[in-house]
């Protein structure tokens, strides 16, 4: 009987231990640290990979096609095969600009556990170190990190379209896309350091070629979290004319379409046929999670844009689009490509050409980027 009741109190104090088995996690800027709670299955402990997300602020995205749970986090996508121990991870090199691959074996599967999926204790604790060996420890009982998920905006990248030998749209009295935009990405440099602490950097500092693949790699390379790539429009129709803002998706009507065409025949004029395929290779065209784990930002950025532009300089509005743009393609940051209006048509290129224009359309961007970051920095900060 006295054997019976202490086996009886073991087993209620082992259930206790089992339900309230946590892992400290603890991002190393701050003292503050979460409780991940974690359960028993098949004899082993486990923690939902969603709690976890909810801390690390990465991206979840279960794809039923391949039976597989894509999880985005610091840069990398780890793919886990369901009901598998093998883990894919998937991460962008700074220096030669292409995905690299990685397979890791954590013995116990990822399961469907009571509707969520749950991974073994033993996958935090010792393969995501690992898999960030610079940045996640494992000590004393606590899950230490050493980076966040883009925490703040601190670098942005300002890419002026073409730029040498291609002069970009032409307009009248010998209009030149290249130039226009290369002034106003450099006033646009001053207008965001003068006020907010950011690092703007230029993808051309004067009249030279940069291919379009050249441009994003220069912003992935710099670490840069957000690339805006500034462009006038030009159009058969004299009368075109107005301001719109891009996200990079399919071009939905004829107007995106032609947008598209005019800034992708770059690669075909000026840098070959090879430059076009590699264009459309695997190893370019980064994934579709991390591209949808920027898209929401990325709309989020173009309305800040395209409305704070039509409202100060009072051009037409063409609202926000999206196309398949290349220079955008290959960006790990939110992104977005802006058309300040048409060189084509005769009052909007004259206008484009002058500088109090210029400083118009420069206010209301460096408004637009402002706005945007107080949203950003404030939604990625820890409350
Ligand atoms: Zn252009």
């Given at each position: 009987?006295?054997?019976?009741?202490?086996?009886?109190?073991?087993?209620?104090?082992?259930?206790?231990?089992?339900?309230?088995?946590?892992?400290?996690?603890?991002?190393?800027?701050?003292?503050?640290?979460?409780?991940?709670?974690?359960?028993?299955?098949?004899?082993?402990?486990?923690?939902?990979?969603?709690?976890?997300?909810?801390?690390?602020?990465?991206?979840?995205?279960?794809?039923?096609?391949?039976?597989?749970?894509?999880?985005?986090?610091?840069?990398?996508?780890?793919?886990?095969?369901?009901?598998?121990?093998?883990?894919?991870?998937?991460?962008?090199?700074?220096?030669?600009?292409?995905?690299?691959?990685?397979?890791?074996?954590?013995?116990?599967?990822?399961?469907?556990?009571?509707?969520?999926?749950?991974?073994?204790?033993?996958?935090?604790?010792?393969?995501?170190?690992?898999?960030?060996?610079?940045?996640?420890?494992?000590?004393?009982?606590?899950?230490?990190?050493?980076?966040?998920?883009?925490?703040?905006?601190?670098?942005?990248?300002?890419?002026?379209?073409?730029?040498?030998?291609?002069?970009?749209?032409?307009?009248?009295?010998?209009?030149?896309?290249?130039?226009?935009?290369?002034?106003?990405?450099?006033?646009?440099?001053?207008?965001?350091?003068?006020?907010?602490?950011?690092?703007?950097?230029?993808?051309?500092?004067?009249?030279?070629?940069?291919?379009?693949?050249?441009?994003?790699l220069?912003?992935?390379?710099?670490?840069?979290?957000?690339?805006?790539s500034i462009?006038?429009?030009?159009?058969?129709?004299?009368?075109?004319?107005?301001?719109?803002?891009?996200?990079?998706?399919?071009?939905?009507?004829?107007?995106s379409?032609?947008a598209?065409?005019?800034?992708?025949?770059?690669?075909?004029?000026?840098?070959?046929?090879e430059?076009?395929?590699?264009?459309?290779?695997?190893?370019?065209?980064?994934?579709?999670?991390?591209?949808?784990?920027?898209?929401?930002?990325?709309?989020?950025?173009?309305?800040?844009?395209?409305?704070?532009?039509?409202?100060?300089?009072?051009?037409?509005?063409?609202?926000?689009?999206?196309?398949?743009?290349?220079?955008?393609?290959?960006?790990?940051?939110?992104?977005?490509?802006?058309?300040?209006?048409?060189?084509?048509?005769?009052?909007?290129?004259?206008?484009?050409?002058?500088?109090?224009y210029?400083?118009?359309?420069?206010?209301?961007?460096?408004?637009?980027?402002?706005?945007?970051?107080?949203?950003?920095?404030?939604?990625?900060?820890?409350?």
């Amino acid at each position: 009987m006295q054997n019976k009741n202490l086996f009886l109190i073991l087993a209620l104090l082992l259930c206790v231990s089992f339900l309230s088995a946590q892992i400290k996690v603890q991002f190393t800027d701050s003292d503050e640290y979460y409780l991940l709670e974690t359960f028993e299955h098949k004899k082993l402990n486990y923690f939902k990979l969603a709690d976890f997300n909810a801390i690390v602020k990465g991206q979840m995205k279960e794809i039923l096609l391949d039976d597989r749970l894509h999880f985005y986090v610091f840069k990398k996508e780890i793919s886990f095969c369901i009901e598998s121990s093998f883990a894919h991870v998937a991460s962008y090199n700074n220096k030669t600009g292409l995905l690299e691959d990685e397979y890791y074996n954590f013995y116990y599967p990822i399961s469907y556990i009571k509707g969520e999926y749950s991974l073994p204790e033993h996958f935090l604790l010792d393969v995501f170190p690992q898999i960030f060996p610079n940045s996640v420890y494992y000590e004393d009982g606590f899950l230490l990190l050493n980076q966040r998920n883009n925490s703040s905006i601190k670098v942005i990248v300002l890419d002026p379209g073409h730029g040498g030998k291609d002069p970009g749209a032409e307009g009248a009295n010998g209009l030149q896309e290249k130039h226009i935009v290369l002034n106003i990405a450099k006033k646009l440099k001053v207008r965001i350091e003068e006020e907010l602490d950011v690092r703007v950097l230029l993808t051309r500092e004067d009249d030279s070629f940069v291919s379009l693949k050249d441009r994003t790699l220069f912003a992935n390379a710099n670490n840069a979290d957000l690339f805006i790539s500034i462009h006038t429009n030009a159009a058969e129709n004299k009368k075109a004319h107005g301001i719109e803002v891009y996200y990079l998706s399919e071009a939905k009507n004829d107007e995106s379409r032609a947008a598209q065409a005019l800034e992708n025949a770059v690669v075909i004029e000026f840098e070959g046929e090879e430059a076009l395929q590699e264009y459309s290779q695997a190893d370019y065209v980064i994934s579709d999670l991390i591209q949808s784990a920027q898209l929401i930002e990325s709309i989020n950025l173009a309305y800040k844009f395209q409305n704070n532009l039509v409202l100060e300089t009072e051009a037409s509005d063409r609202g926000v689009k999206s196309a398949n743009f290349f220079v955008l393609r290959g960006a790990f940051m939110p992104s977005i490509l802006v058309e300040l209006g048409f060189i084509s048509n005769f009052e909007e290129g004259k206008k484009l050409n002058k500088e109090n224009y210029q400083d118009n359309l420069v206010e209301s961007m460096f408004y637009g980027i402002k706005s945007f970051k107080l949203h950003y920095d404030r939604n990625n900060s820890l409350e």
